[in-house]
């Protein structure tokens, strides 16, 4: 009995340890700036180390499975949606003379 209890102390400190590499490692991430790589570097590290914990990857939550696919849907539409969203300001200065190709009204260029 006291073998398994050790066991399963283990398994929570392993899950203990996840959730503070992966706290850890979104401070890491939205700390740090732009011009010290480093610690986004090593905030990424903690966030996937701790994210690949067993007992973590074996959840099953309806709001997390929701999650993932809107996240994937979004990933494989971004693009198509970021170039439509590039092609507006052209239509809207075809379509209105009174704003130029930059969006200031006066003039339209030729």
């Known amino acids: ?53 067993e007992r973590l990857c074996r959840w099953d939550s309806a709001l997390l499975l929701e999650l993932g696919n809107a996240s994937y849907s979004i990933y494989l539409i971004h693009s198509f949606v970021l170039a439509a969203v590039r ?7 075809r379509a209105s003379p009174g704003v130029n190709r930059r969006g200031a009204i006066g003039a339209v260029e030729g």
């Open 87 to 93: 092609f507006l300001p052209f239509l809207h200065s």
């Open 1 to 53: 009995m006291a073998a398994n209890a050790e066991v399963s102390s283990i398994a929570w400190g392993e899950l203990v340890l996840s959730i503070v590499f992966i706290l850890a490692g979104a401070v890491l991430l939205l700390k740090g700036e732009p011009q010290h790589m480093l610690p986004q570097k090593i905030g990424a590290t903690l966030l996937v180390a701790g994210a690949l914990n």
